[in-house]
């Protein structure tokens, strides 16, 4: 990918012209230096980059993003007028860049720690890897680096990657996809989150087309033996990972339940009294047995795909056909597990939960495949 | 298969009891607090969602002086379950002790086969049939008084008034057209 050009200086010497003896340059970036001391003037991709970073983040966090940044001096970061048009914003941040001969990949790193401060944006979807090798558990980070690195532009030569961890043992990965003889394109990049020595991963802005790919590349980087999708999908990263390892707070079926339990009964009136309010408590309690207790993470939707055979005894035409009923059921919410939740405990959904609803924190999923051989959603967790 | 008696217990003193039954445990709420802020007797209110009362209750119970059906028109299994809750009421409690309420009348969703199914249930039990408003305040509060007014009755704080001479005046009828389809 780099181009040599060789550069001969001759210096106009009144001895004559005399060769100085020659200087070879590595060029990246298709920029050419005419001559040493002029500023290079950043590509069109670049700019379309920085323009798209700077339209992306919001002036508030634009300072902050910036500072972590780290590219541009303190009197750069002063010079900058937070109060201006990003359209003034950006021009400036162009020249600043221009000035410290910013790259391509060092934007690309601006638009990363954005987007690792607020993942939040866009659907990430869940794919969980297979059979793990003997040593896939003393993976290291250098390692995993260096291999899926390697690997990824085994498969792809014109890819471009960003690996960096997070401080919460994240590790973040950005790549821009180019093709078998297009550039890396940085305006759509893919984004990768995955734990170590944990078997799944979350993946923002995949094409189909590119997914073996970046499946291949982590199965073998992680030294494990197959990858599939998880059924998990949702725009908040922290919601979706805490439900998959199970980190929300559980209620453990117990024989005899503690009294504290009873304190979110509001408090009725002396003179009212309800004759089966064990029967509320007892739903209330199953209910947090099965979607948590407290603050539950933000699932935005739960899709049954439905491949049975109709059932409605008055409905004689339909239910006498041969071939299954397809139809796909959606329930989608602001905050789904919450509302299921309060469906269960107020006696909207029967209780003792139903095994379709309950598989949504127990299995981690929220796309499931019902047919008629399976008496509940298909697919077991491994 | 123990049925709730009206006569079984000695009444409380200066107090009445008022069983709420409802499917969906939702208006029984707001009009249980309606119904205990009045001040010159004191109401007792009793909440179920559905009969049979469990037996745990039967002795603290006190003495109910009116059963009330609340209805949502909007659900059909609203009034399966009030119907079914009948068989546990011992028949005296049928002389003016038993009232229906139902909410949510005016919905367009309501076919016109439920509230007519109501209306016969009613008359033929010759107990009052009433409507009620449950999302605002000022519903809540009107059904509440028309309820306390039956209340006072049946608890025998009205002189030379017995519910079952009350229940001659109130009960439900059946209008003559109820066979003809309605015009919608």
Request: net charge neutral; proline share 6%; hydrophobic share 35%.
């Amino acid at each position: 990918m780099g181009l040599f050009i060789v550069v001969s200086y001759y210096s106009g010497t009144a001895e004559g012209s005399k060769e100085h003896p020659q200087s070879t340059v590595l060029i990246s970036d298709w920029s050419i230096c005419l001559q040493p001391g002029t500023r290079k003037t950043m590509n069109d991709s670049s700019k379309l980059l920085l323009q798209r970073i700077v339209r992306r983040i919001p002036v508030q966090m634009l300072k902050t993003t910036l500072d972590k940044w780290g590219r541009l001096t303190a009197e750069q970061r002063q010079a900058i007028d937070f109060t201006q048009s990003k359209w003034a914003l950006t021009q400036k941040l162009q020249s600043f860049c221009e000035e410290n001969e910013v790259t391509l990949t060092r934007l690309a790193e601006l638009e990363m720690i954005h987007v690792i401060e607020n993942p939040n944006q866009g659907m990430w979807y869940t794919f969980q890897l297979l059979d793990p090798e003997d040593d896939a558990q003393s993976l290291e980070l250098s390692e995993f680096k260096q291999q899926f690195k390697c690997h990824l532009s085994e498969l792809l030569r014109q890819v471009s990657v960003k690996i960096k961890k997070h401080t919460d043992e994240a590790v973040w990965i950005r790549i821009a996809w180019g093709g078998s003889f297009s550039k890396p394109n940085h305006l759509k990049p893919t984004y990768v989150v995955h734990h170590l020595q944990t078997p799944y991963f979350f993946v923002r802005n995949l094409t189909s087309k590119l997914k073996p790919l970046l499946s291949q590349a982590l199965t073998l980087a992680t030294r494990h033996q197959g990858v599939k999708e998880a059924n998990l999908s949702g725009r908040n990263l922290a919601s979706i990972r805490d439900l998959l390892m199970r980190q929300y707070q559980h209620v453990f079926p117990t024989k005899y339940p503690s009294p504290h339990d009873e304190e979110d009964q509001p408090v009725l009136n002396q003179h009212i009294e309800k004759e089966q309010g064990h029967v509320a408590t007892h739903r209330r309690r199953m209910a947090r047995e099965v979607f948590g207790d407290g603050t539950l993470p933000q699932l935005q939707s739960a899709v049954y795909k439905l491949d049975t055979k109709f059932k409605d005894p008055s409905n004689r035409t339909m239910t006498e056909r041969e071939d299954t009923f397809k139809c796909v059921v959606k329930f989608s919410s602001t905050n789904l597990l919450e509302s299921l939740r309060s469906c269960a405990s107020s006696g909207i959904a029967s209780a003792p939960v139903t095994p379709l609803l309950s598989s949504i924190p127990l299995k981690g999923r929220n796309y499931f495949v019902v047919t008629d051989n399976t008496p509940g959603p298909s697919s077991q967790r491994h | 298969m123990s049925r709730l008696n009206p006569f079984a217990k000695l009444p409380g003193l200066n107090a009445a009891s008022v069983l709420l039954v409802e499917n969906e445990e939702h208006f029984q709420q707001s009009l249980a607090e309606a119904l205990v802020k009045e001040t010159s007797v004191t109401v007792n209110v009793r909440l179920a969602k559905s009969f049979p009362l469990p037996v745990e209750n039967d002795e603290s119970r006190p003495r109910i002086d009116l059963v009330v059906f609340i209805i949502n028109l909007t659900s059909e299994l609203s009034f399966q379950s009030a119907e079914a809750s009948l068989k546990y009421l011992e028949p005296g409690y049928f002389l003016g002790k038993v009232c229906f309420m139902v909410s949510n009348a005016r919905s367009s969703s309501v076919p016109a086969e439920r509230l007519d199914a109501v209306r016969r249930l009613a008359a033929s039990l010759h107990c009052p049939l009433l409507f009620a408003e449950d999302q605002t305040q000022q519903g809540v509060t009107n059904a509440a008084e028309r309820l306390l007014t039956i209340l006072k009755v049946a608890a025998g704080f009205v002189p030379f008034t017995t519910s079952l001479c009350l229940s001659n005046l109130t009960r439900s009828t059946l209008p003559p057209d109820i066979d003809q389809p309605s015009f919608d």
